[in-house]
């Protein structure tokens, strides 16, 4: 059973950095799957922000990519996310998500973490 | 970037009923690689169908995907109580950027 669980600070400050990480369980992060990042801010829909491969690849979506990190620490079989700049347009509840991936091609984002809420705000 | 339509935005139906929800794409999704979530209040999104077709883990049989190109469709064929929420489709896979259409509420008339 795959689990993932975010972590980090639940409000940040306008024009500082956003920090989460996501921790795995059930699975190896250098596995052959993709690690991606979702929000959503409150009552509205989900938003993509990015993944990164198992070999450290990265996409984003093109409207964060200027502000958005997405990094590995095999060590610890977790990933995480890096906003700068925030505002309070960034405050949302922020996923992660695997992307599963098999020799016959993706079959979507099958395990996501519970969520975590970011407020930005002074 | 690919972007998903989906309609209505709300439907608003009775247990029992089948509910048909449609998703458009901007252009055609590459390999099929479309998927619908369900999402209920405070919780997360449950990935529902991938591949525009299959059923994922433990989903039961009276959901069902269907379409190709720009076109899909999530149907539930008779709706339970607990299938009363919002859906997300969702494109995927080989063309990034991932992208998520803006949801359908699925209500209880």
């Known amino acids: 059973q795959v689990q993932l669980q975010e972590s980090g600070p639940g409000l940040v400050k306008p024009w500082g950095p956003l920090s989460l990480t996501c921790a795995v369980s059930?699975?190896?992060?250098?596995?052959?799957?993709?690690w991606s990042w979702v929000r959503q801010p409150p009552g509205k829909g989900l938003e993509w922000i990015g993944e990164?491969?198992?070999?450290?690849?990265?996409n984003y979506n093109p409207s964060l990519k200027s502000r958005v990190t997405i990094s590995v620490d095999k060590s610890k079989n977790q990933f995480s996310l890096k906003l700068s700049s925030v505002t309070a347009a960034d405050t949302a509840v922020y996923y992660c998500?695997?992307?599963?991936?098999?020799?016959?091609?993706?079959?979507?984002?099958?395990?996501w973490g519970q969520g975590t809420l970011v407020t930005v705000s002074s | 970037e690919i972007v998903l339509t989906q309609s209505p935005g709300t439907l608003s139906l009775s247990p029992g009923e089948r509910a048909t929800l449609s998703c458009r794409a901007s252009?055609?999704?590459?390999?099929?690689?479309l998927a619908w979530y369900q999402q209920k209040p405070g919780q997360a999104p449950r990935l529902l169908i991938y591949?525009?077709?299959s059923r994922a883990t433990g989903i039961p049989d009276r959901f069902s995907g269907s379409g190709s190109g720009t076109d899909f469709t999530l149907t539930i064929s008779r709706l339970e109580p607990e299938d009363f929420a919002v859906y997300y489709c969702?494109?995927?896979?080989?063309?990034?950027?991932?992208?998520f259409g803006q949801g359908t509420k699925l209500e209880i008339k």
């Open positions: 998500a695997r992307e599963l991936w098999a020799e016959d091609g993706s079959s979507g984002y099958d395990s």
């Open positions: 059930g699975d190896s992060i250098s596995s052959n799957n993709w």
């Open positions: 990164i491969s198992p070999r450290g690849s990265t």
């Open positions: 252009q055609s999704v590459s390999g099929s690689y």
């Open positions: 591949g525009a077709s």
């Open positions: 969702q494109q995927y896979g080989s063309s990034p950027p991932d992208t």
